[in-house]
């Protein structure tokens, strides 16, 4: 195992490290390798993390019939919630969407007489109509643009509730995705909470992750309460935003992908195809991992590759600009390593140990990709594909836990995830699977307090090992 590493943390920059299982490749076959990008910022940030900078807010609140009872009454107490804790710095804008799109307040400062304007509005929502959940999310977005215009350094926040899936307008998650993204280029960032058993998790995760923000799960009503204020609470804490890491890749013999759930694929630069991972936020003292298999194909004798990455980033306040090329939009650390062919005499026993931290890190990050293909197959219904991509992913998995103490733990939950490529399970499992695999590839929290029995022993006891 190699690890190369950039200076420590400080106050503009992050503390990073490349770790690789081996920077050797064996001639005449194809080579895979796996690389752990980590993201650590300074501990001392964490002191200044309740100076928050002014929030741009847009709160966008389902108000369709499926709403109606406790779960809006809950989504309003969030909202007055959040309006107590805004301060005159702040300003609020509050869209609502059923069949009809409403904003019923733009860019209001949050002084006390605005706080008095939001409570009102906020108190006059009423459920009614179908979902036009691409039209209130488009809603929210124009908002927080007009406002951005007189805010400087300000934090530009939407957030979402909905307890169902839209219906009304474009609601692909494809163009869902394509428009939070483009959101977040502008500096804007998108959080969305998932209502009860209703909602499409495909939609709203669609907007929350290509949004650099975090998708929650509210089963109960008064969950809504906990994950809006729990995500709210942390605001103070961030410490870098729009994480970007691009992989510039050597050459068509090198294929690279992602283990874990953050957006990722080809982006075409001036310098080339680079494959490029959107890691979101990072708080102050936390540390972000970003996991990569790569697989090098027919490796030769005397051929070696270079790896060059690079990690972008927004800092707390650096001002947001619509531009392509983020080296003049963003901070930038570069890093890098390199593959060299070895002959047949090369002896790699001696790179068989390989440290556990990183090791378990793979392992994880293995786990959260392979239970979110699961489980967007098991609600598509299409076993077949299931079975066979599983089939080599969880032998190859094994093979990777085989000696670690807890390999047993792996090995069970692997059981668990055979059972959603084997048997449909209901959308509840589905749902919880799906958020887990993304805090356990983004490290974030989970807020609700409700403590929940896992969910891999959960489909263990309910369909029993497969």
């Known amino acids: ?146 406002s951005q215009l007189r805010m400087d350094g300000a934090m530009n926040r939407i957030l979402l509730l909905t307890d169902g899936g839209g219906n009304v307008g474009n609601c692909e998650p494809g163009f869902l995705g394509e428009q939070s993204a483009n959101a977040l280029k502008q500096g804007v960032y998108t959080s969305a909470v998932g209502i009860g058993e209703g909602y499409l998790q495909e939609q709203i995760d669609a907007l929350a992750s290509n949004g650099g923000g975090m998708l929650h799960d509210a089963q109960h009503p008064h969950e809504i309460v906990e994950v809006v204020m729990g995500e709210f609470g942390d605001l103070g804490r961030i410490w870098a935003e729009d994480i970007r890491v691009r992989v510039s890749l050597p050459s068509q013999a090198v294929d690279c992908s992602l283990l874990g759930t953050m957006p990722s694929g080809l982006v075409s630069t001036d310098a080339g195809l680079v494959f490029e991972v959107s890691a979101g936020v990072l708080l102050s003292g936390a540390t972000r991992e970003i996991v990569l298999r790569l697989d090098f194909q027919n490796a ?102 085989r000696a670690f103490d807890d390999e047993r733990e792996y090995r069970k939950k692997l059981n668990a995830i055979r059972v959603l490529a084997r048997h449909r399970v209901d959308e509840r499992m589905r749902k919880e699977v799906h958020l887990l695999a993304s805090k356990m590839s983004k490290g974030e929290s989970d807020y609700r307090s409700y403590e929940r029995q896992d969910i891999y022993s959960q489909i263990s006891d309910e369909y029993g090992e497969q």
């Open 1 to 146: 195992m190699t690890t190369n590493s950039t200076q420590p943390a400080g106050s503009t920059n992050p503390g990073l490290f490349i770790t690789t299982d081996s920077l050797n490749l064996a001639a005449g076959r194809d080579n895979t390798r796996h690389v752990v990008l980590s993201m650590t910022a300074a501990e001392q940030v964490v002191a200044r993390g309740n100076q928050r900078a002014p929030l741009n807010l847009a709160l966008v609140i389902d108000d369709s019939g499926s709403m109606r009872g406790p779960t809006l009454e809950q989504a309003k107490e969030s909202a007055r919630l959040i309006i107590e804790a805004l301060d005159n710095k702040d300003v609020l804008s509050i869209v609502t969407f059923e069949n009809k799109v409403r904003t019923l307040m733009l860019g209001e400062e949050m002084t006390a007489a605005g706080k008095g304007r939001a409570m009102e509005q906020i108190a006059a929502i009423r459920a009614r109509g179908g979902t036009a959940l691409g039209g209130g999310w488009l809603a929210g977005l124009d908002a927080v643009l007009k």
């Open 300 to 401: 030769r004798e005397g051929m070696s590759f270079d790896l060059p990455v690079d990690v972008y980033y927004r800092l707390r306040g650096d001002e947001a600009a619509l531009s392509p090329d983020l080296d003049r939009t963003h901070r930038k650390v570069a890093l890098g390593t390199q593959f060299v062919v070895q002959n047949a005499r090369f002896d790699f026993s001696a790179e068989r140990d390989v440290d556990s931290e990183f090791a378990h890190s793979v392992a994880d990050a293995w786990l959260a990709w392979l239970s979110r293909k699961m489980t967007a197959y098991n609600r598509a219904g299409d076993f077949e594909t299931a079975q066979v991509m599983l089939r080599y992913e969880r032998k190859a998995l094994l093979k990777w836990v």
